[in-house]
């Protein structure tokens, strides 16, 4: 008898996984479930509505809103007491941070939306709108951000809501934030990153208490950090003519001090792709750089942002992504077009990437 309850408790023990998101199908709405696979056509009545209909007869309809990504308890309660009132209670979130509600019936789709609109959250982000940006965690999460990414794109989406809820754009636009210069931005038709502008500046005091000097000195792509003894102490030193400001010494020691209220900027890219609808996926260019790092609108960023956005808007032909766009009209059109300062670090193609990137171990000096 023992034997049997032990073969039985070994049997139902959990599977040792513990990592990774959890299984999604347990989540979704039934009719989504039903009839997983067998989809027959979508369409999208209006902006920020979603519709299948499946070979079944089953339609569904999707009613996506933007919501600001970091969420408190007092939003997430409000949340779920709309998508429980006036949904079917699911729910999932996209990559961009957009809610999608799904129900089965087409009369719930007004009052959802009146309910969001109500409390607050835009309804729209599909087809051919500004969705929501994309963006890196910011000063909540993260212990090396040179801005708030989260702050950027909320003062954004405040001044491109309007852009959300329409489809008015010659396609779909993707910007992407990013809260350091090395770590995990994205690139985007119109990305928003950190860029340093000075070489860091050391707390000696600190270093050898709170650093493995061997790793920072191996972090440095350019090879500038060299051990050194500061007033007795081990500490590190850089060679200012070879740093690139790439900010990759801070994270393993934060005593080199990177971040700095006036000399760490933020700069503008456009035309990254990741997607090979309709034309290759495309690298991102720098176009604006040293834009003040100027929380908590940020009115600088947001002026360039909009420059691009609208002139964009206007010169491109239907279905042209930003990059296309670009491609289409060339470099010198898009910076004469824009009004902004076209300079000498505008210009590299990535043609020579394989001499001027640090692409393999070896360190060259
Ligand atoms: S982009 Fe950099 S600072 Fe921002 S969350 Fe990622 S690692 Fe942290
Ligand atoms: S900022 Fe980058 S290039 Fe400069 S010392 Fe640090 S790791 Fe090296």
Request: hydrophobic share 35%.
């Amino acid at each position: 008898m023992a034997q049997q309850t032990q073969a039985v408790a070994k049997k139902q023990m959990r599977q040792p996984i513990e990592s990774g998101c959890p299984d999604g199908m347990q989540y979704m709405h039934p009719l989504m479930i039903k009839n997983f696979g067998n989809w027959k056509y979508h369409d999208r009545p209006r902006p920020g509505v979603l519709h299948h209909v499946a070979y079944s007869g089953d339609e569904i309809w999707t009613v996506r809103a933007g919501t600001q990504r970091q969420l408190g308890p007092y939003e997430i309660n409000l949340l779920c007491d709309i998508i429980d009132q006036y949904g079917e209670g699911y729910v999932r979130f996209t990559i961009r941070s957009n809610m999608e509600v799904m129900v089965s019936e087409w009369d719930k789709v007004g009052p959802l939306i009146q309910a969001f609109n109500d409390a607050g959250y835009p309804v729209g982000g599909t087809g051919n709108s500004v969705t929501m940006i994309a963006h890196t965690q910011g000063w909540l999460h993260c212990d090396i951000p040179g801005t708030d990414a989260s702050g950027v794109v909320k003062s954004l989406m405040d001044e491109l809501h309007g852009e959300f809820i329409k489809e008015e754009m010659p396609n779909r636009v993707h910007i992407t934030t990013s809260c350091c210069q090395i770590n995990c931005g994205g690139q985007g038709d119109i990305a928003i990153n950190v860029q340093y502008t000075k070489p860091p500046k050391i707390n000696h005091d600190l270093v050898a208490n709170v650093c493995e000097r061997p790793s920072v000195v191996a972090r440095c792509p350019v090879a500038a950090i060299r051990p050194a003894i500061v007033n007795g102490k081990p500490s590190l030193e850089v060679d200012e003519k070879k740093c690139i400001c790439c900010g990759a010494c801070y994270p393993p020691c934060p005593p080199m001090q990177i971040n700095d209220p006036e000399h760490t900027k933020l700069a503008i890219w456009v035309g990254g792709k990741n997607s090979n609808a309709r034309s290759k996926p495309m690298f991102q260019k720098l176009v604006a750089a040293g834009i003040p790092n100027n929380p908590p609108r940020w009115p600088e960023v947001a002026a360039v942002v909009k420059n691009i956005l609208y002139t964009y808007k206007k010169d491109a032909r239907d279905w042209e992504r930003v990059g296309d766009w670009v491609e289409r009209i060339g470099w010198p059109r898009f910076f004469e077009l824009t009004g902004l300062p076209f300079t000498k670090f505008h210009i590299d193609n990535w043609r020579g990437a394989r001499n001027s990137l640090n692409a393999s171990t070896h360190i060259r000096f």
